[in-house]
């Protein structure tokens, strides 16, 4: 990818990633939240939205912030999400990554995502809030 200058939104919620049984139903619960995300897989129903929305006997990992890349982005781009895990990365951030059809989002721990909106920002990403 060439170097293009990016912008990305600091959501200001926290989230949680969570894992439900392969035969569950989606739930409702995850309606209360703004942004959620539902993959089903083989062996896992995950969702991804907002902790608030989670109800305390669901096996979550809490505590994400969400960077959303400003899109939509065209599917002729080749690299963003690679350009922003590489610099991730290099600071030792772990990232959980969500793509849609418009754009992307890296789910980042609230712990260091200080880091990463500095490590972003030194690489010329534009980070709002």
Same mark, same amino acid.
């Given at each position: ?18 894992? !439900?049984?392969?035969?569950?139903? /989606? ?5 209360? #939240?703004? =942004?959620?995300?539902? *993959?089903?897989?083989? %062996? ?36 963003? !999400?690679?350009?922003?895990?590489? /610099? ?5 951030? #772990?990232? =959980?990554?969500?793509? *849609?059809?418009?754009? %992307? ?25």
């Amino acid at each position: 990818m060439s170097k293009e200058v990016l912008t990305m939104k600091l959501l200001k919620e926290k989230f949680g990633v969570c894992k !439900l049984d392969k035969d569950e139903l /989606i739930p409702e619960w995850i309606q209360n #939240s703004q =942004f959620y995300s539902v *993959t089903k897989a083989e %062996d896992e129903l995950s969702i991804v939205c907002s902790q608030d929305s989670i109800p305390g006997e669901i096996k979550c990992e809490k505590d994400w912030r969400i960077l959303k890349v400003e899109g939509p982005l065209d599917f002729s781009l080749i690299g963003i !999400l690679s350009s922003i895990t590489t /610099i991730l990365t290099e600071k030792k951030i #772990s990232i =959980f990554a969500i793509s *849609t059809y418009d754009t %992307d989002y890296i789910l980042v721990k609230n712990k260091d995502i200080d880091n990463a909106v500095n490590a972003l920002s030194d690489e010329k990403y534009i980070i709002t809030y």
